[in-house]
């Protein structure tokens, strides 16, 4: 995504958040706040991981068939594993469970609409299948799940965060593949997309009335910088800091001037940050803890490639003992300091050139 429609996006979600209510820093603990283990989907957790006090949650990702592999029959066995692990070794966890390319069959044989769009890499090939994000019988079936899992984790006092998923491709985030013109002969409309946001930020925010729930954004969806302020706007709106905001591009390439639009939420709710991918990917990890810390972030979610590393560790503890401090009152330069360039692109491809992706069929 080139700089300056991610800036201009930033700046505008930021202002458009302005009249909501103040928060309070200590409606949660701190101790929930620090670094997150994000690993690969459907793996376990490293022991390097599980036994550093310094990594104060997991973060596990999950594809939808592995928990409902036929519809209602549900096999737990992994996110079972995954809060046992993280009650013995005093984790907090993250969930996630990704539908889009991760939906299982039986949700097609259903009678819900696909699509098919090119790779971002999260899973193996160069085109994926996924629902069309507001056809009627994948939000119904998506839906289901969603309140299936609410009743079995709302009440684990492991669970602090829910990923907000639903309308969405490989990740979790508000992106979408190609472009709004190629989308518009599956039935996209701004409100179409929206009113699937709404209903899956209503339905977790239902399941799990307990718990916070996080919005992964992106600043423009198919090139519309309003949809996710809208998207936004009515998480906060309806359910005020609850809903955590997120970014999932933090890197070491990450401008000043978004993250100083990110500290700007940090009034009305939490905020936090993913990196875009491990350090041989997006540079110098402590530069973008730094990043992050500067953006006004409560907790990262780091890769386990990075965590792993045991020479980061005096890094990823001074983070975690940075993050626990309320953001206006941390020393953001605590770390090693850095430049911040002046360009974030999200999605390249194999070249570095960024791209839209695309949608075949």
């Known amino acids: 995504m080139p700089f300056q429609l991610l800036l201009v996006g930033m700046l505008s979600l930021f202002v458009s958040l302005g009249a909501f209510p103040l928060k309070t820093y200590g409606q949660a603990s701190s101790s929930n706040y620090g670094v997150y283990d994000l690993n690969s989907v459907d793996s376990p957790f490293s022991q390097i991981a599980l036994d550093a006090p310094y990594i104060v949650g997991l973060s596990p990702r999950v594809g939808w068939g592995t928990v409902e592999p036929s519809e209602g029959q549900y096999d737990w066995s992994f996110l079972d594993g995954v809060f046992q692990t993280a009650i013995q070794h005093n984790k907090r966890v993250y969930l996630r469970v990704h539908p889009g390319v991760f939906t299982p069959d039986w949700v097609y044989q259903a009678g819900a609409k696909k699509v098919t769009g090119s790779s971002l890499g999260l899973i193996k090939g160069a085109f994926n299948t996924f629902p069309v994000p507001w056809d009627s019988v994948f939000l119904t079936k998506w839906k289901a799940l969603v309140v299936a899992l609410g009743n079995r984790y709302n009440s684990n006092p492991a669970l ?22 190629a989308w518009q002969k599956f039935g996209y409309t701004p409100n179409n997309l929206f009113n699937a946001w709404k209903q ?8 799990f009335p307990s718990k916070n729930i996080a919005l992964n954004i992106e600043t423009a969806i198919l090139g519309n910088q309003q949809l996710p302020q809208q998207i936004v706007n009515y998480g906060l709106n309806t359910y005020k800091s609850r809903v955590f905001v997120q970014g999932d591009w933090l ?26 991918g491990t350090s041989v990917v997006m540079g110098s990890l402590s530069t973008a803890i730094n990043n992050g810390l500067e953006g006004g972030a409560s907790y990262l979610e780091i890769y386990e490639y990075d965590i792993n590393n045991l020479s980061n560790s005096a890094l990823l503890q001074s983070a975690t003992t940075q993050l626990q401090i309320p953001p206006d009152q941390r020393d953001a330069n605590s770390l090693a300091g850095a430049s911040l360039s002046q360009e974030v692109n999200r999605y390249k491809d194999p070249e570095g050139k960024t791209t839209p992706g695309q949608l075949v069929q």
Not at 163 to 177: H, N
């Open 251 to 276: 890197s070491s390439d990450t401008t000043e001037n978004v993250l100083d639009a990110m500290f700007g939420l940090t009034p009305q709710t939490t905020v936090g940050f993913q990196m875009v």
């Open 200 to 207: 899956c930020i209503d339905a977790y925010a239902q399941a």
């Open 160 to 181: 602090y965060i829910v990923g907000v998923a639903g309308p969405t491709y490989e990740s979790i985030e508000f992106y979408l593949p190609s472009t709004e013109t």
